[in-house]
């Protein structure tokens, strides 16, 4: 079908399951353009390459691979790569969830985020299964969602996180970021030079008890929809930390004397 634009990205690399079967599952939606990063960029958060030329291989009809990062890709379609600015931005399918804080080094999530600075309307969506299992049931979870929010659009800022679990979802659940307890120590161990190195993020993440949580959502087997708010601003605590405004001025006017 022609019509509207619809960039698809991810950060498992132009080449994965998950992005084809996002791809296909949001074809009747509008045009679809995959611009996505030519090898897997998980973790890679919302890194821009600002000091090396980008390079874009066409590996299909409306699919390109870029030597860059998730956000590049965003940043590259949408500021003049395709050919009108595309309507929705969807990053995925991601090889793997992503719940709670999980989000703050996505770089699935990122391409989203990228999307919505760029003022256009995005979505990220994450499968339980890292193996790339049932990615058709995520697929349609994902032209779901994405078909009501190119009607209904999302507040100023706003982008949707959705998590779809390894089965097919028993319904749909909006959902809060959940939070993860940090209880796992950075692995140290020795090379065969006799040298230390260290390992992170070698054990499961375990998550706090909150029933209204993603992770809680995706646990009992629904997919979860979160809004996220790109301003990560505390408007509580910027209230209640006013008086630091003072005490702060006059110790640095002290300093100058
Ligand atoms: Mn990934």
Same mark, same amino acid.
């Given at each position: ?46 890194? #821009? ?100 929010? #190119? ?47 260290? $390992? ?6 375990? $998550? ?19 809004? #996220?708010? #790109? ?12 008086? $630091? ?13």
């Amino acid at each position: 079908m022609s019509g509207a634009v619809i960039l698809v990205t991810n950060d498992d690399g132009v080449h994965a399951a998950g992005l084809a079967a996002l791809a296909r599952a949001l074809e009747p939606l509008g045009e679809v353009y995959v611009v996505a990063p030519d090898r897997e960029q998980s973790a890679v958060g919302h890194a #821009l390459t600002l000091h090396r030329p980008l390079r874009v291989e066409t590996v299909g009809e409306r699919r390109y691979a870029v030597n860059g990062t998730p956000s590049d890709c965003v940043n590259l379609a949408v500021l003049g790569f395709l050919p009108e600015r595309p309507v929705l931005v969807a990053s995925g399918i991601n090889h793997g969830a992503n719940l709670g804080e999980d989000v703050t080094y996505s770089g699935t999530v990122s391409a989203a985020m990228e999307g919505t600075l760029l003022g256009v309307t995005s979505m990220a969506v994450s499968q339980s299964d890292p193996d790339g299992s049932g990615f058709e049931a995520a697929g349609e979870v994902a032209a779901a969602v994405a078909a009501r929010l #190119l009607v209904e659009g999302l507040p100023p800022r706003t982008l949707l996180n959705v998590n779809v679990p390894r089965e097919a979802p028993r319904g749909v659940k909006l959902a809060r970021l959940g939070h993860r307890v940090y209880s796992e120590k950075a692995l140290r161990e020795t090379d065969p030079r006799g040298r230390p190195y260290y $390992w992170i993020g070698a054990g499961p993440p375990v $998550w706090e008890e909150d029933g209204e949580s993603d992770i809680a959502a995706v646990h009992d087997g629904y997919a979860a929809v979160t809004p #996220l708010h #790109l301003d990560l601003t505390h408007h509580g605590a910027l209230r209640a930390m006013s008086a $630091w405004e003072g005490g702060l001025t006059a110790l640095l006017k002290k300093r100058k004397r």
